[in-house]
């Protein structure tokens, strides 16, 4: 006959139930956490860099007001509130991108097109000989509204303007 030895219960509490209790406990604070995390999230989309309080969304949807240059479709192209020359334009997607990289590669044909067409607008309008096109990516490259925007910068002969890093290039190449 075989003999089965009956689960010692005393023994379970003593030394299994503390594990228990801790898995229990890790198991809660692993729910907090994913909740915590949901939350946080649902936060940064109503204070972060999202819809809501962006900037060039309102201005794109056309809750306020801007002076636009151009629009089709997928762009629109707006005066620059704090212009560096004269004209100074900005060329924004309607939709919402943060820099360059995250632009999806098939709005890259219209983007060009869109920056074509304000560029020469602009250039007619003001009588330009040409003009810079900046894109800032990102903090560390200047880039201080996280909507991605091409900068339109008109020139002309004697406008006097000095773009640091085009300068910085000149310079460097006339002491060689
Ligand atoms: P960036 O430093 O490349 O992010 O450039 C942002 C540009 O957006 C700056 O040149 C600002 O003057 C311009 N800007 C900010 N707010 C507005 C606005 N409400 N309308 C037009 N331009 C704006």
Same mark, same amino acid.
């Given at each position: ?53 962006? +900037? ?30 004269? *004209? ?19 709005? *890259? ?13 602009? +250039? ?53």
């Amino acid at each position: 006959m075989i003999h089965v030895d009956a689960p010692d219960f005393s023994l379970w509490v003593v030394h299994k139930y503390p594990l228990f209790l801790r898995a229990m406990a890790e198991e809660k604070i692993k729910e907090e956490y994913i909740q915590c995390k949901s939350k946080i999230s649902e936060h940064a989309n109503i204070f972060g860099d999202k819809e809501d309080v962006c +900037i060039f969304c309102k201005i794109a949807k056309g809750e306020i007001p801007s002076e636009k240059v151009y629009e089709d479709d997928n762009f629109i192209s707006i005066l620059d509130i704090n212009p560096e020359t004269e *004209g100074h334009t900005l060329v924004i997607p309607k939709k919402h991108f943060k820099t360059i990289l995250d632009t999806p590669n098939t709005l *890259g044909n219209e983007f060009l097109e869109a920056i074509k067409n304000t560029s020469l607008r602009l +250039i007619d309008k003001h009588k330009a000989e040409g003009f810079n096109l900046v894109f800032n990516n990102s903090k560390i490259a200047g880039q201080e509204v996280d909507y991605v925007h091409a900068h339109i910068m008109l020139r002309k002969l004697g406008d006097g303007m000095k773009l640091k890093m085009i300068n910085g290039l000149r310079d460097k190449k006339d002491q060689k």
